[in-house]
């Protein structure tokens, strides 16, 4: 490992130097404020109403916010600790539910019916673990990445990214040992390269940004590094623009009693397709975990950080994995 560690790049803290981030990023906003005595928000989603829906894990609880009233909601309780979000092209809202790493699983909630549909809760016989983030093709394939403690393939399933196909068929198309700790997930524009982010807090453990070849059926290959986060916090959640540049959510204001250092500032990162840093905006507290596009235009990126719904407005409209109606 440390062979491959002195390969990758020397983290980011020297890269905001000389950013111009207006280019990029408007202002940080406080768009809501959950008010509760256990917070790690997560997961926004944005939905057809242009509503944002995120997750607050501890709790169990699935978050609206209307963004015409300004209201804050709990859409759903007993979320089974639900994390990552995502609305598919029919307004389906598909979850990530952490659970307790025995009843870990991936749903789709029809919005119509109220129905919540299992589309996976385990793969070769063993439970899957903990799905944590997912993203969507064009293809309507579903890709999610999952972490458990078990460590050995002899005993059941590892850290892993898998696909769930439109017939419902599900493969593993990454796993532990190749990757350490998966975490945020997205796919390019033109649906030719799978991100996966890297978040491993142990010492000599991968925290970056792996970009690989999305092939037409599904699989990837070629894998490359396209941005290095250690020694700091990498990142957690991503999303994309329509340019193919993602806005990561990174870093830390204050160390949290792992290896990870202080290198990360704490923010949206808007990294190109080349792995050049374009733009960093700060965001007020500890933790930011994760972030998505909304609005009308698809310019609003909302983030998940602390007790904090955050809007930031941007100069890229987002990729439309499934572009929010007007009202």
């Known amino acids: 490992m440390a062979g491959v560690r002195a390969a990758w790049a020397a983290g980011v803290s020297d890269l905001y130097a000389g950013l111009d981030s207006k280019k990029y990023l408007g202002p940080v906003e406080i768009a809501a404020t959950v008010?509760?005595?256990?917070?790690?928000?997560?997961?926004?989603?944005?939905?057809?109403?242009?509503?944002?829906?995120?997750?607050?894990?501890?709790?169990?609880?699935?978050?609206?916010?209307?963004?015409?009233?300004?209201?804050?909601?709990v859409f759903r309780e007993n979320?089974?600790?639900?994390?990552?979000?995502?609305?598919?092209?029919q307004g389906r809202l598909i979850a990530c539910e952490g659970g307790q790493q025995e009843d870990g699983r991936v749903t789709r909630t029809d919005f119509r019916t109220g129905e919540i549909t299992v589309l996976v809760d385990a793969y070769n016989g063993h439970p899957l673990g903990a799905p944590n983030d997912l993203t969507m093709d064009a293809q309507g394939r579903i890709y999610f990445t999952s972490r458990l403690a078990n460590t050995d393939p002899a005993k059941g399933n590892v850290n892993s990214v898998y696909r769930i196909d439109p017939d419902g068929r599900t493969s593993r198309i990454l796993a532990s040992p190749e990757i350490h700790m998966p975490n945020?997930?997205?796919?390019?524009?033109?649906?030719?390269i799978l991100y996966l982010i890297e978040s491993h807090p142990k010492a000599d453990h991968a925290r970056c940004i792996r970009a690989y070849d999305l092939q037409s059926d599904g699989t990837v290959r070629n894998e490359r590094i396209l941005i290095d986060f250690y020694p700091g916090r990498s990142g957690d959640g991503m999303c994309i623009d329509r340019e193919g540049n993602l806005y990561v959510a990174a870093g830390l204001h204050n160390t949290r009693k792992t290896s990870e250092t202080l290198d990360t500032r704490p923010g949206i990162h808007v990294i190109?397709?080349?792995?050049?840093?374009?733009?960093?905006?700060?965001?007020?507290?500890?933790?930011i975990s994760n972030c998505t596009f909304g609005g009308e235009d698809l310019r609003t990126l909302y983030v998940t950080c602390g007790p904090y719904l955050l809007q930031i407005r941007t100069e890229i409209p987002g990729k439309p994995f499934y572009k929010p109606n007007s009202r």
């Open 35 to 73: 008010e509760h005595a256990q917070i790690f928000t997560e997961g926004p989603a944005v939905s057809a109403t242009g509503d944002v829906y995120f997750t607050n894990v501890p709790p169990n609880h699935i978050m609206k916010f209307d963004v015409k009233s300004k209201e804050l909601t």
């Open 79 to 89: 979320s089974n600790a639900a994390n990552g979000l995502l609305f598919d092209p």
């Open 184 to 192: 945020g997930i997205v796919t390019s524009p033109d649906n030719k």
């Open 272 to 287: 190109s397709p080349e792995g050049k840093l374009l733009a960093f905006a700060e965001t007020p507290v500890d933790t």
